[in-house]
């Protein structure tokens, strides 16, 4: 069942979203401060606060918006999964691409406010909580300059992920497209605060892992036991496990160049 963008299906009861909206308004300014829009600075993360019209629940695998569907806000995720996948209109659901995974703190859909319409699916994968902005209020946000700016740079840097999935996809050998994806997941997740004692949440399915990776679903559960054997790291029920980062990152060759990190930023 596809969710109208502007207003998604969810199995929660509108007095269970008003009291989410009234609860998670005031943590909206300190903890879903984080990830991606944990670069803004302090006074548009507030104008942002102040032109969030609804918090809701999504349930998994619900759809926000489908391709060519118009779009009058865009969407900000506080904690969940979502992807973005992109089928031909005549396609069955399992010949459907994912070409991006959305963390805490991504836009999903940012880009969206200058086009009005998006060419690919925007989906939950796990129960999301997820924050709406109405475009005409972001476009009275970018009215200044700067903040216009920052906004956009959220969107560059999620093109230059894109970027780096066809490389990944298209040039890394099996071990190494494994190692680079779980390499930036890790890093992703981290800015987003959801790494405790080196687990972080991975609800990707071994069918998932192998769309993001460029790999067969036989290649991919090969490399996911070389990894655990090599001790770099452990996928297992939802949950991958990083034993030794810079090993994983060494296989991977990986460089975290085009994430932009600020220098501030705590990585490890």
Known sequence: MTANHDRPETETTNGLNEALIATTRARLAEDDHTGMVGRLEGHLWDRLREACSDIRLVGPKEYLSRAGEPITQSALLLDGIMVRSIAPSSARPENQLMVAIQ?????????????????????????SRVAFFPHDALEEIMEDVEDARALWELTMIDAAIHRHWTYRSGRLRALASMADFLCEYD??????????????????????????????????????????????????????????????????????????????????
């Open 103 to 127: 963390v805490p703190g991504d836009f999903v859909d940012l880009h969206g406010l200058p086009l009005g319409r998006l060419d690919h699916d925007v989906r939950t994968l796990t129960a």
């Open 187 to 268: 890093l992703r997740m981290q800015q987003a605060g959801r790494v405790v004692e080196d687990r972080l949440p991975l609800p990707l399915m071994q069918a998932d892992l192998a769309e993001v990776t460029g790999l067969s679903k036989v290649h991919v559960s090969r490399v996911l036991k070389d990894l655990r054997d090599a001790g770099l790291c452990t996928v297992r029920n939802g949950v991958a496990e990083i034993h030794d980062r810079p090993g994983l990152r060494k296989i991977a060759g990986y460089d975290p160049a085009y994430l932009y990190l600020p220098e501030s930023a705590p990585v490890e």
